[in-house]
């Protein structure tokens, strides 16, 4: 792979970093002239909202998305720069995530043009929240063992059943769900048929949400519970049956966004170098430590290039595989190293929780160290990660079960 930088590539960066140095000191500079130390799950949410407003001004909200739909066009390599970038300025996240990386991609790609006209908005400009919801909570990891139905009747689907771990739906007015319009298929062994996409209002009558509250005392996770919901046929996207192809849309750019991730990994654990020099410099003198900050940069630098590999596939218009299971893998065990490796280099300091007026980041350490946890587990299970390499991707052979 060439990793020089091609020309746009270069205005591409310096673009961004010009911005940037313009807009967002006076957007951190509101909240320490307010004396914030603390902010609520919520808090943080509006936060968001408002810096996804403030990039929108600049068009640098959606850069993957079209120039026709407020984006930039931006290709798969100015993605990684600008998240390089936004991970190095430290920028605050972005309000509606999901709808900004891989649902809008998806009413972009399979909507109609009233559909585009009709969400596509909300989702940039920050005016309501989107969530995704896929898990179930007997599908395993298995998305396509999903059995929340939607029956057509008349104008609209009638929805009964259950969904698990859907991230901020108590907060979602819109969100992309996938649901079984044919009941038969997983019996008739034909499970990745009959899903059917839909655009869902969470605020429709016969929808339940409730939050789950996590070991870090958040409640970003929910239960959603359909009962009799009716949603109109004009919320589908795609055809029906063809829930399938657009999940697999959206969790390809959700992969592609493991590059991103190793990106704020990277900073995170400069930044935290950096911090201990001030808070817990002996930590720096420990043999042990110094070998593990050692091991996790190196660590962070493979996957990196690993994610380069496999974003020079998909330039060159290859397939990303295996190098992007691989990539996600490394990433779940990367988060909880880095987690882990901030909260030891802190020392008495690590211990210390959000509120408090001597935690350092704002209590950030402390409440990684056990929410990443979930990185094993989100986005697709390290056991079913492992087990799709060694079959697909490696062919170890099959272990022979007694007679």
Request: aromatic share 8%; hydrophobic share 40%.
């Amino acid at each position: 792979m060439d990793f020089s930088l091609s020309k746009e590539d270069e205005e591409f960066a310096a673009e961004l970093r010009s911005w940037l140095d313009v807009h967002l000191p006076p957007f951190l500079g509101r909240e320490e002239d307010a004396g914030v130390v603390e902010r609520s799950f919520e808090q943080m949410q509006s936060r968001r909202a408002d810096w996804q407003r403030e990039l929108n001004t600049g068009h640098w909200a959606a850069i993957n998305w079209p120039a026709e739909y407020g984006g930039r066009g931006a290709t798969a390599m100015q993605r990684i720069i600008y998240s390089e970038i936004m991970a190095e300025y430290r920028t605050p996240g972005m309000y509606n995530t999901n709808g900004i990386w891989q649902i809008g991609p998806m009413i972009i790609a399979w909507g109609t043009e009233e559909q585009k006209a009709r969400w596509l908005p909300s989702i940039l400009e920050a005016t309501d929240h989107w969530c995704q919801g896929f898990s179930e909570p007997d599908a395993g990891n298995d998305l396509a063992n999903l059995r929340t139905t939607a029956i057509l009747d008349g104008d609209d689907y009638v929805v009964n059943g259950q969904k698990i771990w859907i991230s901020t739906a108590h907060l979602a007015k819109w969100g992309l769900f996938l649901l079984r319009t044919d009941p038969t298929a997983i019996e008739r062994g034909a499970k990745h048929e009959g899903i059917t996409a839909f655009i869902v209002d969470l605020e429709t009558p016969g929808i339940e949400r409730r939050p789950i509250r996590d070991m870090t005392g958040d409640e970003m996770f929910n239960e959603v519970f359909f009962n009799d919901a009716r949603i109109p046929v004009d919320c589908r996207l795609g055809g029906e049956g063809e829930g399938w192809m657009v999940a697999m849309g959206t969790l390809g750019h959700e992969r592609v966004g493991i590059a991103t991730q190793l990106a704020v990994l990277s900073a995170d654990l400069r930044f935290i170098v950096a911090t201990t020099r001030s808070v817990n410099p002996d930590a720096l003198a420990d043999p042990g430590l110094k070998e593990r900050i050692a091991r996790a940069w190196t660590d962070i630098e493979l996957a990196r290039l690993l994610s380069m590999r496999a974003l020079s596939k998909i330039i060159k218009g290859e397939k990303n595989w295996p190098e992007v299971p691989f990539a996600k893998l490394t990433w779940s065990a990367l988060a909880q190293t880095v987690a882990n490796l901030a909260v030891d280099l802190l020392g008495p300091a690590g211990v210390l929780g959000k509120g408090g007026p001597d935690a350092v980041d704002r209590g950030k350490w402390t409440r990684l160290y056990a929410f990443q946890r979930y990185s094993t587990i989100g986005g697709g299970s390290t056991e079913v990660q492992k087990n799709i390499i060694a079959d697909r991707a490696i062919a170890l052979p099959r272990r022979s079960t007694p007679a």
